[in-house]
């Protein structure tokens, strides 16, 4: 089965109201093709103007969402409340939820887990640090982190799970991993997926790269097999995403 490649914005802590509206109007003109699916992660307050404005065939992403429904969580944002203003996705994970704000794996896997039976599909991000790399232990770290998630969820829920590689290094640092250190990880988490979960969930679940994607070094990674699409950080907040949109063309 052909995975339909993915590509997914997150703009992080960016944005006004001005800005979301223009980049919404910019975007709903560019080409996107029919065969790459694309979503955009914005800041929770600006989800319902971007689930409004944005184009019908692309969808919106949450950033982060907490693991209970309703409640007494100050601060916090439910999944069930995403989906209500228009976010069809989560993004779950990130680097910068583990490593600035302290979220575990485990504390991860429930939100994956919660996100699900609410209906969203997650973008699961994954990544080593430049000192777990430079230590050899890449792949120790990203299966720990896949595993929190593997022990918590079905088979079936992998069908709505897209697996974002970042390594940490290559964040927002103008460092990108080349296509064959891409290509590299990604297929000893397909790998992994094979052994862990099963061939099928393997041979299915997208997984995309992301850190420091930009128009110019989109294109050579899109290639490699293993490579199912991006998660664009600073460059999904410029007109120039659209050329990654069409990475493949
Ligand atoms: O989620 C996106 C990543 O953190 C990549 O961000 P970046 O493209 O600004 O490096």
Redo the contacts with the bound molecule.
């Keep these: 089965m052909a995975r339909t490649f993915w590509v997914?914005g997150?703009w992080?802590m960016n944005g006004t109201v001005a800005a979301v509206k223009e980049l919404a109007a910019t975007f709903n003109a560019g080409t996107s093709p029919s065969d790459v699916e694309v979503v955009i992660?914005a800041p929770y307050v600006y989800i319902p103007l971007l689930a409004d404005s944005l184009r019908k065939d692309w969808a919106v992403a949450g950033e982060n969402c907490y693991i209970k429904a309703s409640g007494a969580y100050t601060g916090e944002i439910s999944p069930e409340m995403l989906k209500d203003v228009g976010a069809k996705w989560v993004?779950l994970g990130?680097?910068?939820r583990r490593n600035v704000l302290g979220e575990s794996d485990q504390f991860t896997a429930e939100k994956t887990v919660k996100a699900l039976q609410a209906g969203l599909k997650v973008v699961l991000?994954v990544g080593e640090l430049l000192e777990e790399r430079e230590a050899g232990t890449t792949q120790t770290v990203v299966n720990r982190q896949l595993d929190a998630v593997i022990k918590a969820v079905s088979e079936a829920d992998w069908a709505n799970i897209v697996i974002?590689y970042?390594p940490v290094w290559?964040?927002?640092?103008g460092k990108v991993a080349t296509p064959d250190q891409a290509q590299e990880v990604h297929a000893a988490i397909r790998e992994y997926l094979k052994n862990a979960v099963s061939p099928k969930v393997a041979e299915e679940t997208r997984i995309t790269y992301?850190?420091?994607?930009?128009a110019k070094n989109c294109k050579e990674t899109a290639q490699k097999p293993d490579v199912d699409g991006f998660?664009?950080?600073?460059?999904?907040l410029k007109p120039e995403f659209l050329e990654i949109v069409n990475a493949t063309n």
């Design positions: 997914g997150n992080k992660g993004i990130h680097s910068e991000c974002a970042e290559a964040i927002g640092t992301g850190g420091s994607v930009n998660l664009v950080g600073g460059a999904s």
